[in-house]
């Protein structure tokens, strides 16, 4: 049982660390991409619409006095 828990453990702290692997941000050209196309390329907010556009109304919820 005790061997069960160390690979338990082990397995977990490598699936974490794992996961903080990679780069935040946009996504780049690939290194053959064309210098035009990066500089043609638009802006977003990141969630889908363009920098600027206005927030959507807030809909209640039944937990929003738990959430806030």
Do not use: W, Y
């Not at 660390?17 to 946009?26: F, H, I, K, S, T």
């Not at 290194?31 to 500089?39: L, Y």
């Amino acid at each position: 049982m005790n061997s069960a828990v160390r690979i338990l453990v082990c397995c977990s702290v490598l699936a974490i660390g794992l996961a903080g692997c990679g780069v935040r941000g946009p996504l780049e050209l690939p290194p053959g991409a064309k210098a035009e196309q990066a500089q043609t390329a638009q802006a977003e907010s990141g969630q889908g619409k363009p920098a600027g556009a206005a927030a959507k109304p807030h809909k209640s919820f039944i937990l929003d006095g738990l959430l806030r």
